[in-house]
């Protein structure tokens, strides 16, 4: 079965640059959910979009913007890097079943190693 | 806001053993999911087991089974005849439903289990 697809893997920027990170989540899916898991810690939620709108927003700095395309995928741009978004970045994707009962599981990528020198 | 707390930053198990994670979370919610995530070294991050707050049967998934007490808002993890596959970094996470099920994961800071040959 397809999975989330994160691109690059593995990323190295100097501070100040700016990077951009893709995903392409599972096919037919209509939600991303993007988190920034630094180094020895727990995943923090970032933003999320449902069917190409902001659905949700968590802890991303200003510098960090993102959205999510025609055909789903999504891209998080960050600007003027800083030591400490060095971090994996994970994507999830899920199929929003709006039942009462209903269960969106999170499918997760590999995510994205960045590591700003 | 929700929380997660894992009070046990690090475990160690025999093979073969039994070994049980803990895992308590503070919600005015009274619909929601709670779930345990693995994360071995590829940095992965693989469901393990969820568990439907409306459910009173805790949930079971081969050698994986929780203690869900919802009074006491605790859901801990029980792995039975440990593999030194499991060895990983655990972490519990909430989510809420909201009816839109869009809703993002909050991560607990995560138990790092070792087994032991």
């Known amino acids: 079965a397809a999975g989330v697809i994160q691109s690059p893997r593995h990323l190295i920027k100097e501070k100040r640059e700016t990077a951009t990170l893709k995903c392409y989540p599972i096919?037919?899916?209509?939600?991303v959910y993007w988190y920034q898991q630094g180094p020895g810690q727990d995943p923090q939620f970032l933003i999320s979009?449902?069917?190409?709108?902001?659905?949700d927003k968590g802890s991303i700095p200003d510098r960090f913007s993102a959205q999510q395309f025609s055909d789903y995928h999504s891209e998080l741009n960050m600007s003027s890097l800083e030591l400490g978004d060095s971090a994996l970045y994970f994507c999830?994707?899920?199929?929003?079943?709006?039942?009462?009962?209903?269960?969106?599981?999170?499918?997760f990528g590999p995510g994205t190693r960045l590591t700003v020198l | 806001a929700q929380t997660v707390t894992q009070s046990q930053p690090e475990m160690s198990v025999q093979e073969a053993e039994t070994v049980t994670l803990s895992c308590t979370y503070d919600?005015?919610?009274?619909?929601?999911?709670l779930f345990w995530y693995k994360q071995p070294p590829s940095r992965q991050m693989i469901l393990v087991i969820r568990?439907?707050?409306?459910?009173?049967q805790n949930a079971t998934e081969n050698r994986f089974s929780v203690n869900f007490q919802k009074a006491a808002k605790s859901f801990s993890l029980k792995i039975s005849d440990s593999q030194l596959g499991d060895t990983a970094m655990y972490f519990c996470?909430?989510?809420?439903?909201?009816?839109?099920?869009?809703?993002?994961?909050?991560f607990g800071k995560g138990t790092r289990l070792s087994v032991i040959a």
């Open positions: 999830a994707s899920s199929l929003i079943d709006w039942g009462v009962s209903s269960y969106n599981e999170q499918f």
């Open positions: 096919p037919r899916h209509d939600t």
């Open positions: 979009f449902y069917e190409k709108m902001q659905s």
């Open positions: 919600t005015s919610e009274n619909n929601y999911y």
């Open positions: 568990q439907e707050a409306y459910k009173q």
């Open positions: 996470a909430f989510m809420k439903h909201q009816g839109s099920g869009n809703t993002p994961l909050v």
